[in-house]
């Protein structure tokens, strides 16, 4: 079992970045796929980007591709979030997720282990 820690969300203005960090206790954290959602108050929780276990490979939802960049640090078993040019339409709480599975993944359901979440808001 792996357990899952968001920090880094806040509030900044639009223009503006944040680095959100996904960190992870538990088992070997190499071993898992990762991903970082976020949902906005009355709606879905939505994929934002995912990563496989090395970081050979990479997904982005279309609406932060070219903003937003994953990327991994398994020595320190975390996941990070790099978000530049938010956009009040950011605003969200911003999840991660880890499977145990060397592939990538885009989908709640694919995922089993969560974190309890980080707030990001984007002001105009």
């Known amino acids: 079992q792996v357990q899952l820690v968001e920090s880094g969300g806040g509030l900044v203005q639009a223009g503006g970045s944040l680095r959100l960090s996904c960190a992870a206790s538990?088992?070997?954290?190499?071993?898992?796929?990762v991903g970082w959602f976020r949902q906005a108050p009355g709606k879905e929780r939505d994929i934002v980007a995912a990563?496989?276990?090395?970081?050979?490979?990479?997904y982005y939802a279309g609406s932060v591709k070219g903003r937003f960049t994953i990327s991994r640090d398994n020595a320190k078993n975390t996941v990070y979030l790099q978000m530049n040019s938010l956009k009040p339409g950011d605003t969200a709480v911003y999840y991660c997720?880890?499977?145990?599975?060397?592939?990538?993944?885009?989908?709640?359901?694919?995922?089993?282990?969560w974190g309890q979440g980080t707030q990001v808001t984007v002001s105009s």
């Open positions: 997720a880890a499977r145990l599975n060397s592939g990538i993944y885009y989908q709640l359901r694919d995922y089993n282990y």
């Open positions: 990563i496989n276990w090395n970081g050979a490979a990479t």
């Open positions: 538990g088992r070997t954290f190499s071993s898992y796929a």
